[in-house]
């Protein structure tokens, strides 16, 4: 079974500051790792896409993440963070085969930057 | 990427009624998916739903409380049966087209029983 685990609830920074969203993952064979934003009363959208190829994926908005495989971690980052990022932001996992190719999301992180 | 259309986008509905969630995509496709989000929560699995068959559910879910249609490669509805507030949620429809591709919601329906 996969499972992903991100170990914050809350994440606050301030504006200006580099950001970190942490996210660990745990499949069978090659992990493919997403990462997606929901403001409030928002559906999700997605943000980046780790597949393959170069461990560091750029994404919308700025946004990037670093594909660790010794440490299956895939955590979110932004040099430099906005208010208008705060929202919630999920990360999630899917692999190859049968029901093994839904996305399996990980329980949020509320990020919040403050001004 | 694809449109998603999603309506309601809000119910308050009575105990032990019914409401029935539609899910419009813009173009075909294989892929259909419904979530569950309750309030603080993140994103449970309810179905997949398959075009031309029954929709396969996760633990837990079962057909008679949320039954889902699926009659062609662009629509889907999920039907939430005999509401009570732990029904009281966001349900999301979802599309994708492979294990490798990211996945696209519609706004989401944000249901609540009373």
């Known amino acids: 079974a996969q499972s992903v685990a991100q170990p914050e609830d809350q994440v606050n920074v301030a504006e200006g500051n580099p950001l970190t969203v942490k996210c660990t993952y745990s499949v069978s064979g090659n992990p493919y790792l997403f990462w997606y934003v929901q403001y409030p009363n928002r559906g999700l959208q997605f943000l980046l896409k780790?597949?393959?190829?170069?461990?560091l994926v750029k994404g919308s908005y700025g946004f990037e993440a670093e594909f660790n495989k010794s440490q299956t971690s895939f955590h979110l980052k932004k040099p430099s963070a906005l208010v208008s990022d705060s929202a919630l932001y999920f990360c999630?996992?899917?692999?190859?085969?049968?029901?093994?190719?839904?996305?399996?999301f990980g329980s949020g992180t509320q990020l919040t930057v403050l001004p | 990427s694809a449109v998603i259309s999603q309506k309601p986008s809000r119910d308050i509905c009575q105990r032990g009624t019914s409401l029935t969630i539609q899910c419009q995509v813009d173009s075909q496709v294989t892929m259909m998916f419904w979530y569950r989000q309750q309030p603080g929560q993140s994103l449970t699995l309810i179905a997949t739903a398959n075009q031309g068959s029954e929709a396969t559910y996760e633990s837990g879910f079962v057909i008679d409380k949320f039954p889902i249609s699926r009659p062609n490669l662009t629509f889907s509805t999920l039907t939430v049966s005999n509401m009570s507030p732990e029904d009281s949620s966001i349900y999301l429809c979802?599309?994708?087209?492979?294990?490798?591709?990211?996945?696209?919601f519609g706004q989401g329906t944000r249901l609540t029983v009373v």
């Open positions: 999630a996992v899917s692999t190859e085969g049968g029901s093994a190719r839904q996305l399996t």
């Open positions: 780790y597949i393959t190829g170069d461990n």
């Open positions: 979802s599309i994708k087209t492979g294990a490798r591709t990211e996945a696209f």
